[in-house]
């Protein structure tokens, strides 16, 4: 305001020395026009409104005209000032930009708590939201819960779409486990055997043995290995899902049918059905069988059982967050590490065709 001020001002008084040097007559002349311009305006507009540069030039130029004939001139009446002061002090004590009528608004993050809550708990209502909430040290009155939900497109909780595709699939996951027969040729050109197994919760490959000739009394007995293997994890598993090959016989599935794992097929020529074994076998293609030659079975079974060791307790998964599958703990906060006070170093595996680094001081 004080700018617009003085550059009313100047622009202004840059007028007054033309207004100074033209003749009385032209000046005069200049007067009556815009003392009729003036009246129509008025008889046109019922208030004028007029801004703060609209009123110092009034001011300047009213210690030049008579005070006989300012009220003539000028449209400032003696009501005008005692006006402008009433607002003024009513400006200053009003406090408007302090006041805060009714509730105090909720917090954009409780609101985004709110939401959260309801997008990964479909059968949650507002009532157990609130609960939730103050459980979490947030105090929300329940109907303002259901204003937030209301008033951001989400339905009631019994009307509210189930879980997705992802929270259906992870509870199922942990209960399969699936296996798959990998072949391999030896520098011989001899075909070997061997059966993975792959839990679909963990993403935990096993390997059950390696051998030239895959007798059904043979899978039979890496099924029983297996199962020792796992021990108590069996009891969390639920289905066991293979092909439908010929060294699985009913002897084989009896193996885990004694822990209550039921058998399930997969449809002929669908290696899609068993997707997960399907792609763990071919990741342990990519990065290891087809970068070695392998002799014999023991040759074979030393470097697949050292490379699924390297996968289950180093290799990150992207379908765990970038985990191992044998890693219990939560994936910590990314940070940036300072590279002068730590240092990055390499272990080599399988004779450097496989490397695992880790942090040390």
């Known amino acids: 305001m004080p700018l617009s001020i003085v ?82 002090v009513s400006r200053k004590w009003a406090f408007t930009e302090r006041r805060h009528p009714g509730r105090p608004p909720t917090a954009p993050t409780v609101k985004q708590l709110i939401l959260r809550l309801a997008r990964e708990n479909s059968t949650w209502g507002h009532r157990r939201i609130q609960g939730e909430l103050a459980r979490l040290g947030h105090s929300v009155a329940p109907s303002t819960v259901g ?57 935990r490959p096993h390997l059950a043995g390696v051998t030239a000739h895959p007798t059904a009394q043979w899978t039979i007995q890496q099924a029983r290995n297996l199962a020792m293997t796992l021990g108590c994890r069996m009891d969390s598993l639920r289905f066991l899902l293979r092909d439908r090959d010929a060294k699985y016989t009913d002897a084989f599935d009896a193996v885990f049918q004694a822990d209550d794992v039921q ?73 940036v590490t300072d590279l002068q006070a730590q240092r990055i170093r390499r272990q080599s595996l399988l004779g450097g065709l496989i490397n695992q680094y880790r942090r040390t001081a």
């Open 7 to 88: 550059t009313a001002l100047v622009r202004n008084l840059i007028k007054v020395p033309a207004a100074v040097l033209r003749s009385r007559v032209a000046k005069d002349a200049e007067v009556l026009a815009l003392r009729h311009e003036n009246a129509v305006l008025r008889r046109q507009i019922a208030r004028v409104r007029s801004e703060s540069a609209d009123r110092v030039w009034p001011a300047v130029l009213s210690r030049l005209v008579p005070r006989e004939r300012r009220r003539q001139v000028f449209a400032v009446t003696p009501t005008t000032l005692p006006a402008w002061h009433r607002r003024l």
């Open 263 to 335: 058998i399930l097929l997969s449809p002929p020529q669908a290696p899609r059905a068993n997707a997960i074994c399907e792609r763990a076998v071919g990741t342990l293609r990519r990065e290891l069988l087809d970068r070695i030659l392998i002799y014999h079975e023991a040759h074979a079974q030393a470097v697949l059982a050292e490379y699924i060791r390297h996968y289950n307790q180093h290799r990150p998964h992207q379908s765990r967050r970038q985990l191992p599958p044998d890693s219990t703990k939560p994936p910590a906060p990314a940070t």
């Open 147 to 203: 204003e937030i939900l209301q008033s951001s497109g989400v339905a009631p909780a019994p009307h509210r779409s189930g879980p997705a595709r992802r929270q259906f699939r992870t509870p199922q996951a942990h209960g399969v486990i699936a296996a798959d027969f990998l072949h391999l040729d030896t520098v011989a050109l001899e075909r070997l055997y061997a059966p993975i197994f792959i839990e679909h919760g963990t993403r």
